[in-house]
């Protein structure tokens, strides 16, 4: 870890052949501060942990002379056709990890037709991001404090193309993450929310000894409820997805919120530490959704035998986030199309050996019950 | 570790944000010996581990887009507001970790609104320790071979302003704790069991080789029993808890004994190796108080999640004893303050993320199924 | 590892009492390439792993008194007698481990009495290697995209008087292994599929990015089905294993499809990553196949303890490919000897511990229940 | 690990406070070979780490405010009343961890009440061993090919006054150990079993390559059998027990052949690997036996918790081997007597704080159900 980080390769080095690769040689091209934000983990960590646990837990079950002639992965969300099940995560402040930032990432991702998911908190405009890909880009949304500003941002993405919403509603605070207070993390000048510029954001608070320090805050207040769910969803036509819902009963009500679609997700580890891994969590949200809207998950995935169980546990598609921000440090949109890349070639060869000739021959047969 | 310690911190470094940090940074503020006395354990240490193992074991589920505003942390004990639950768990001759021992506990521990259990064995007196906290302190008492000395105790917790009573049962002898013995752990000159002076005390007893080591030295002769327990009911009117009871059915006896509180709790793995966590523990003590008593829990506290997961289990509140004496160790009361201001920050935030407004929302849904 | 390896060795050490011995002291004999080649597994080598972990999991009852003379581990298979039941499995390109490859391994396998399957891939000529050993050969088979080739390699292996066929139906396509590709490894100049000389081979391929990594590469329009299988039951009257089966209902489809046996096969964890033990997966094949055909099993077998649980689990005979390929490198057709007569000796020890006097007497008993 | 060992010390150092002080210190006294034989076991020593893993497995559960007054550990096996019920195991050769070898070995456990088991493989007489404690010594048997020589044993250890005949049964071959063949482990010339001069013994067997190891060597026709038990019954009216038992069949049949006593036992993990700890095959022992005959144990013993827990799981009483041979090479008999104290005192500590004054108090509900 360096002050003054190595500059993004031109090409891709031969030692590069997994996401776990990058993550190995993404330190080296990110300052130490930067490193802490996008790895690090709330608590202890144990969310990360258990995300990479879980997947590690389930086990697949090879086929053998199955037909696979004309095999693809092909697949369609909302009504738009996608290459492939795996999308870029929604990501903050991109432009730590690489001077072109979100900007980079939408051209690598667009490159290999993986779509992407830009973050309110992007640092480049979502209107840019989203003219670098070809592949239809979703935004991911914090509900603003102020009401309009949300819709201010909901007819932005809208008129910059984005083919979906990605509500996040797991994050009403931030999570304790300890890597970033040590590392003494702080936006660096040039790095902002571009997007939010001009808007009212909550005023950092830090409660005096004696006081309670979250509750005590105020910051709560403003906090999005499931009154705020129904509101949005009358703001917005476009495919609206609700994000970080992993209970059973949470994705019930939001269902019967009128959303499209729910992403599994702990925030990749960020929020409340001890959460179990969303391959854990998966299967009782897909059981709720039964079909009736998309579900998509995040969490630990960084091989494509790790996007296969998702799909068998239910998924529709899965995101990928840190994978994607370490290639990207690593060699920009190059990396990060390679990355993707990389991730395809594993799912296709995971789909061949266990003889599914499509996403719909993917199911809970695939995971094999004996340890 | 060193002879001579660093002297406590008058400030908090950046470096520590977490109790654990402070068990990091305390062996540089201690002797060998009086950090082999506060950390170590009996035998093989395994019920130290299994007290962490059995808080990692448990998983949380989160809930999204909850009404959360006035949230608050505060609890009733035995008629007596707390602004949240997380005491100070008795810590014997804590003039080992800082040169102003007990009262800069009490005093850093009032600063945040956090309850304090004094120790009979404490090294300042109760008195003394009392006066120096707005928040009502409890007396935890050995009983004495003299019941008359006991009696001397309980009127002067009384008198001092203590809340309660919180007899410990589980240490009719020493566990056998191997690194205190390997550092030599003797109390130096000027630290002593301050409360006890004039009082009867067992000769330490180092039995001849071939001699019963333990049963033969006639220390178990006055070892408390439920007679005792009997008898101790009717000398106090203030709240009476009993501590070191895991079995559910010393918990149904020590409630038939009249008991106001249990403290499920296993001497921080001091006494008897191999038990298991108190978080194990906990619900089926809980089931039996049904209610009818408060239920405190000891036992690898070190995270507002883990807060969290013990009311979760059953407990009403929780004590925190190594966390606390690390941070005095460290930086003094301001260092006990940090350290609880921490946990309750991790306790609210935990909180939020999972849904509950108030302690009474905190039940068993809050931990989830998944692994 | 080494560019330049150490020459094999002309005598047994002492310090080599055991297969893993072997493993040890394998990579000083081999380039860096090969033992990246060799040892590898794909993905993140979890099935390498859950290979020894499903055997590590097992647990044995010793038995004692039992009546012992006259033990044997003969056993017969296909009408053929065996000394014992551990056969050397298929590897391709032997030269990379020894100059002499697959007639030094032969060799080796000979003098204690192991069979050997001969690889499609041998870097030897099918017909010399045969020739080397005095216990029937037998060949395994990848099908050819031209079928008048899978005859002519047939109908060689018949020639040079194979037992058996083994047809491989678990790699349509490879696996993804990383410790290859970072090593850089390429067949050396000297080192090729003699036996395949003058036959269509899949030309290598690699997409481009955003193109189709696998599906879009027209590799899998020749993969084998169940359809080439029953062509080629057709093609043969030598008994017609097939190997990789792990599934329960390919195990049923292939006895179906008139096959003689059966290999419950991970391909070494070569191929798919995620997969469970062989030894998690065999027990479910075995009753598939109820005594109608033969079951064998490889993956992780390393001691005879190992051999003994797999006979435990239903399999009749067991195939043994790194620790003889290991020893290969490292003492030549003498290393193979040794380290093929010390599992036998173990698992003659592990018979006579467990009270069994020949392979008849092993069975699900010899498992204890117990952790 | 030395060739020229340190001498026994004649003192107890601070450091040593625990059996497994003992093991860490153990090395410096020993030479590497003799270190390699007394701490080796067989194979991958998976059954030596069962042994350890099944006890840590176990929890025990804490009792508080039991009277204790009057506690003892006092048993009485055969009819002879022992201060407790901790024996040193049978081990041969122990000359090898000190020049005094079994006499102060006997010399030791006298000085703590504790019985002693000598072996047939003794390295100094029997007489002599026997003469040197006040406690009734055992004598272990390995039954010799020639029935007339087993009859001697017998005969010289009645007539030496020993107590018990202890009949080992769970090791007609030696286990494959492989740290004594690294070791190039050899008796010195100084070291044999000196009670079997002038007895047939098995000349050692290496069978060439190609040969069965095991069973073309002609050793497995002398091996015993349950017929030769029934014989060996009949030779003695001393107490007969069989030592090496762990399945609930062969304790039935060594039940009905009029043993006296079984000792569950893997022979420290010395013999065949991949077998349970001793812990998890006892219930099912002691069951069979259903208190008609005593139960024994061995495997793993290292603390007085584990004491505590093998007697909860049913056992009468425990042998302990390597812990005493530490203290042995370590310390001679003032280190044999100084673990052994060890071991009762925290056997009667665990006592005290699970509540129990007497072993009959000492049951199941000792061993808590929660992990």
New interface residues.
Partial sequence: MNSTPDAPLSHIP??L??A??YAAAAPAHLTEQAWAYFSGGA??E?TLR?NR??L??????????????G???KCTLFGVPY?HPILIAPVAYQRLAHPEGEVAMATGAS???AGMVISTQASMLLEDVAAATQVPSWFQLYMQPDRDHTRQLLARARQAGCAAIVVT??A?????R?RE??A?FVLPADVSAVNLVGMQTHASFT?P??A????GSGL??A????R??AWLRQQTDLPLL?K????A??AR?AIEAGVDGIVVS?HGGR???????SA??LP?VAKVAAGQVKILVDGGVQ?G?DVL?MLALGADAVLVGRPAVYALAVAGALGV??VM?IL???L???M???GCATLADVGPHVL?Q??
Avoid: Y
Avoid at 56 to 69: C, G, I, P, T, Y
Avoid at 212 to 215: A, I, T
Avoid at 244 to 247: F, I, K, L, S
């Fill in positions: 031969r030692s052949v997994s776990a690769d608590g202890d144990s258990h646990e879980a590690d837990a389930l086990r697949l079950q090879n086929r053998v002379l199955s037909r696979l002639e095999a693809s992965t290459a490159a290999v037709g509603v797991d009403p605070v931030n999570g304790i300890a207070h040590r003494g409660a000894l004696g309670s320090p979250l509750f709560l207040t906090a999005p409820t499931w705020d769910l609700v970080g819902v992993t209970a009963d949470d009500r702990n929020t409340l530490d001890g959460q179990p891994g854990s969590q009782a091989r035998t169980k199309a390679h890349h395809r070639a594993e296709e060869t995971a061949a050996l266990t094999a004996a340890p």
